[in-house]
Structure formats: C-alpha cells, structure tokens
C-alpha cells in the first residue's frame, strides 16, 4: 500500500522496455538538431567545392567489388573490412558496399569518359566493417573532391588549399596539415627495396602485428602506431630521400604552392595512408582536439594509376575525403559550429481546437515562413511550453475572442517586446518585418 493508502503501481508499468531492435552495430541515428547541424556541415562544403568549380557528383552506394579490389588487395579496407555479397543475378554479382568514394569516382571517369579535367565533389555515407569506437564507425559520412585528367601540382595545391579553407571556415583552429610525397612508379620500387630490406633486418624488433603486415605490405608498417614499432620505425629509410627528379620538383612544387597561400603544413615523411593506390602528394588533416589514435578529420593524395587500373585511360588524378562524423567531434571539443537556429519563426498556439492552427500554417507556410502548431486540443499552458521548445522566436496565440474580432495575439518568445494584437490578413507580412528588424 502507498502512504495515500491507495493501491501501489505496478512497478513494471513505470519500466520501459528493452527496445527489440537497435541500430546495428557500428551505426547511429542522429536525431535533431545533430542530424540539421550535419546538414549544414555539408552545404558549407558543397558551397566551398562548388565556388571552386567542382560539380556534384551522386554515385551508386554499391558497386562490383572489382572495383574495390584496385585500392589494394592487401589493404584492410579490401581483405577485412568490406561489407561484400552477391546479389539475386545467375549468375550471381559480387558486390560491396562502398568503403570510399575514390575508385568509384574513378569507375565514373571511365564509363561516362568526361573531358577532362573533370573536378567532382561528392557526400554520402560509407561502409566499413572495423572495431567500432568513439569516431570509428561501421556507416560514417565523407564529404571529397577529385580533379582527374591532370598532374599539375597547382591541382594539388587547390585542393588541399580547398580542405583546409574549409575546416578553418567551420571554426576548427587547431587542425594540422601534414603533407608527404609517396614518389612515383620509377622510384617507389627503389625506396621499396630499401625499406624491406630494412625492415627484414630489423624484424625480430617489431611487433606481432607488424611483422604480419611487412609480409604483404612493408610501407604499411610505417602507419604502425604502437610502442613496440616506434624505434624501428624511427630509423626506416624515408621516401623522401628516394624521390625521383620528376617527383622531387612535383613535392617541391606543392610545398612552394602552399607556403604562397599561406597555409601552414608540416612535412611528415612517414605519412603513407591507408590505401594503395597513392603516388606522389599524399596529405592529412590531423584534428589536436581528437584522441591522437583516432585524430585524422581527412586525408587524400594522388593516385595517378588508379583511372588505368579500373581500364580506363591514362589519367592523373588527385582528391581528399573528410570524414563528417569526426570534424563534428573535433566541433564539439572546440566549441566550434553549434546547430543551426530552428527553421520554424512561428509556433501557432490554437485554443479553440485546432483548425484555427491549421488554416495559419498553411498560411505562413505559403508566405515561405517556418510554422508549426500542437495536436490533440492541449491547453494553453501545455502548447505554450511546446512554443517555446520549438525554437520558434514568436508565437501566434489564437482563442474564440481573436477569432470573433478578425485578429491575432502574436508574442514574442525571445526578446522582450511582449505580446500585442494584429489584424490576421496581417500575421505573415508582420513576422516577416519582425524577423528582419530583429535580425533573428
Ligand atoms: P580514408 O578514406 O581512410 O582516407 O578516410 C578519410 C577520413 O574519413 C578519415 O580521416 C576519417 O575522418 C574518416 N573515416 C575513415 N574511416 C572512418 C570510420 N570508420 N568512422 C568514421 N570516420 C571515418
């Protein structure tokens, strides 16, 4: 029994339930307002790419795994991390979900042969099957540019000028630029040679992990990042001493580029990233706010091979792709791009029931106005506190009196104007004026 004597609730009443069903693994929703700040994100940067002359590109979010297998069939993101499977044909295709966008753009490139040079930009989600952590995730969105068809380095220099213009234009300040020169197909080989032969000296040194990767890829024992590697990897031979002349005046070239623009970027010669296909330029943007493992906000390169190994012409190419969900974590560090104001300026509070609200929505709806209203006949209190939730900085108060004399109560939720009367034909030009003066 409770104190009022009454009959005690059944607790399990009060207890929600388990949801049946989650979000898979490695996935989330986002929800509003976070879901209208990342559309914001995007548009600042399809605004930027588009002032650079880059257009739009919308391609398929699966493709056939072949042309995924050109990142690197000893890369992760081929051998453990695609979401592949075959699809109803007979016979049936081996597909995946995109783990980037890259050789997809590329597969573009040569089924629809664009003139180049062909500057796309693009956004959406991508898929890869890795240990989900915080700013590790299984479906995470990329923004990216591509320019193919040329190798001038002043293309590389746009672009990576165009990343960091845009990560400064969201408010991240404490972004580094690293930038490298992965060389060519004349001097890779030779800088290969001295790398492996080093790395066989010294592999009783490295750890379990690294001595897996040095079998099937010896540069990607230089992305090792734990402790066990770090002398070795210290002491390895560097690209950058092996650079061919043609290579040697490309990074030259790129260096100069960004020192005239003012951009401010450190050489790391040990930055290889994580797919194959990069040759020559190869940059990332590393986020300070971020945990160091997980601090990359982007990175991209050259990769002048890639358009020719998907069986298209020979065609240079260079792009970058920025991953959305951790430059909105290195934000939320930062302080920096908080949610956009609601789109909503008005909220229609109706007590005579609610046809009232639906007839000035649609009202202020047609005049290009944000309007919303309440359901169910709630009372006034209650659809005042859903006015004032909404983020909408006025609302429109309507009763039987305001209906008898042809007029609104319109108040302010924001400022201090208080509240006063309006001819109705007046609501929309009137919240229109409001909005302006008061530059909300
Ligand atoms: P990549 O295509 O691997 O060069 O990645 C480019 C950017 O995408 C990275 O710098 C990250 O910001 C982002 N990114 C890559 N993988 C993930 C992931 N699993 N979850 C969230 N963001 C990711």
């Known amino acids: 029994m409770s104190r009022n004597g009454g009959a005690e609730r059944p607790l399990a009443s009060v207890v929600v339930a388990e949801p049946k069903f989650r979000a898979p693994k490695g996935t989330r929703d986002i929800l509003a307002p976070e879901s209208a700040r990342r559309r914001a994100l995007v548009d600042v940067f399809a605004d930027a790419a588009s002032r650079a002359g880059f257009g739009e590109v919308v391609s398929p979010m699966f493709e056939d795994m072949g042309v995924f297998r050109r990142i690197g069939e000893s890369t992760d993101l081929v051998t453990k991390e ?25 597969r573009a490139f040569v089924e629809h042969r664009p003139v ?5 930009w693009y956004e959406g989600p991508q898929f890869r099957y890795e240990q989900p952590q915080a700013g590790r995730y299984r479906q995470f969105v990329q923004v990216g540019v591509e320019v193919l068809g040329t190798d001038d380095p002043q293309a590389d220099i746009d672009v990576i000028a165009l990343g960091a213009g845009f990560l400064a234009s969201v408010g991240l300040s404490r972004v580094r630029l690293l930038v490298n020169s992965l060389g060519d197909p004349m001097c890779r080989p030779v800088y290969m040679e001295a790398l492996t032969s080093y790395l066989q000296s010294r592999r009783d040194d490295l750890s379990a992990q690294s001595r897996v990767t040095l079998e099937r890829n010896p540069l990607r024992v230089l992305d090792s990042k734990r402790r066990d590697d770090r002398s070795v990897i210290d002491s390895a031979p560097l690209m950058v001493d092996y650079l061919s002349d043609e290579s040697a005046e490309h990074f030259d070239a790129v260096r100069s580029g960004l020192e005239s623009l003012g951009i ?11 797919l194959d296909y990069y040759t020559r330029t190869t940059f990332e943007f590393a986020a300070e706010a971020l945990d160091a493992s997980q601090n990359a906000v982007g990175g991209g390169g050259r990769y002048d091979g890639l358009v ?19 430059i909105l974590l290195a934000c939320d560090v930062e302080g920096a791009f908080p949610p956009p104001r609601s789109a909503l300026d008005v909220f229609v509070v109706d007590v005579t029931g609610g046809s009232q609200a639906l007839a000035l929505c649609d009202v202020l709806r047609g005049a290009g106005l944000g309007a919303d209203r309440a359901y169910g006949g709630r009372s006034m209190k209650a659809q005042m506190k859903l006015a004032d939730r909404s983020g909408a900085p006025f609302a429109v108060i309507i009763g ?8 609104l109560t319109l108040r302010d939720l924001r400022g201090d104007s208080g509240q006063r009367r309006i001819p109705r034909r007046a609501l929309a030009g009137e919240v229109r004026h409001l909005l302006e003066t008061h530059g909300v």
Do not use: N
Not at 87 to 95: E, I, N, S, T, V
Not at 308 to 326: H, K, M, Y
Not at 400 to 407: I, L, P
């Open 264 to 274: 401010a970027f450190e050489i790391s010669p040990r930055l290889v990233r994580g």
């Open 400 to 407: 039987e009196e305001e209906v008898a004399s042809g007029e």
């Open 82 to 106: 695609m979401f592949d499977f075959y699809d109803k044909g007979q016979p049936a295709r081996h597909l995946a979900l995109r783990p980037e966008l890259t050789a997809g753009i590329c």
């Open 308 to 326: 020719e190994d998907l069986g298209g012409p020979v065609t240079p190419g260079i792009g970058f792709a920025l991953g959305i969900d951790r």
């Open 116 to 120: 180049p040079p062909w500057k796309v």
